[in-house]
């Protein structure tokens, strides 16, 4: 099956603790983008990546750090310098950075407790 | 600094009618616009998509309207069912230059 995995669906960190939230697609795809989504609220960017060993901020990069070692992966950290968490991250990839859909995995729950 | 969220709007509707979920964009240079469903606790997924040389494009019980004179997109859902709730959000890009970008997005309550 080809597709977009985000792993793990729910995670809990205490707090001063940095986190690790995997995103895995078999899709070939050039693109991948991170975001963050509060309860009852839109879509906010956090990183971009258009190309292996390259990646941009978005509008919420701060408190955040990723990396695209592999074109499949873009695996983002959120680290103790992230004031509030907690909150639903969703991975996507693109084909390209533009003129085609974006495919999204099923998000990543993280809780700090 | 972090920029503000900002709470969704609701379109309230009942079941069999039509509904209208309405978005704004950003920049008269993007050229492709894509409407994302996203049901409660799971990622968003693709629905329809429109290119700039296209005013209205079709897909089962969805139609898509694009407006490029006042930057506005529009999505039309036929006969509304139960099973279309959820957030529906616009997004737009322009091929080789520019990330996605997402709209605010629409929350759809469909009442039986």
């Known amino acids: ?57 978005g509008d919420i990069a701060e408190g955040y750090s990723v990396s695209r070692e592999k074109k499949e992966s873009f695996p983002l950290t959120v680290t103790s310098a992230q004031k509030n968490p907690t909150a639903f991250y969703l991975c996507a990839s693109q084909l390209t950075t533009g003129g085609t859909e974006a495919f999204f995995g099923q998000g990543t729950r993280l809780t700090v407790v | 600094g972090e920029s503000v969220g900002l709470h969704l709007p609701t379109l309230s509707v009942q079941e ?23 049901e409660s606790g799971k990622g968003p997924q693709f629905i329809i ?49 520019q990330k996605l970008v997402f709209g605010t997005g629409t929350r759809l309550l469909v009442s039986p």
Request: charged share 20%; net charge neutral.
């Open chain 2, 49 to 97: 998509d429109i290119r700039s040389n296209m005013d209205k494009r079709q897909g089962q019980r969805v139609t898509v309207l694009l407006n490029k004179t006042v930057k506005h997109l529009s999505l039309q859902i036929a006969a509304t069912q139960p099973g279309d709730s959820a957030v529906y959000f616009c997004a737009e890009n322009r091929e080789g230059f």
């Open chain 1, 1 to 57: 099956d080809g597709g977009i995995t985000q792993s793990p669906k729910y995670l809990f960190r205490k707090e001063g603790q940095n986190v690790t939230l995997s995103c895995e697609q078999n899709l070939n795809h050039d693109a991948m983008y991170w975001y963050r989504q509060d309860p009852g609220q839109g879509l906010r960017l956090i990183y971009y990546s258009q190309i292996v060993n390259d990646f941009q901020k």
């Open chain 2, 16 to 38: 069999g009618d039509n509904s209208i979920i309405n978005c704004a964009y950003s920049n008269s240079a993007s050229d492709y616009f894509i409407w994302y469903k996203q």
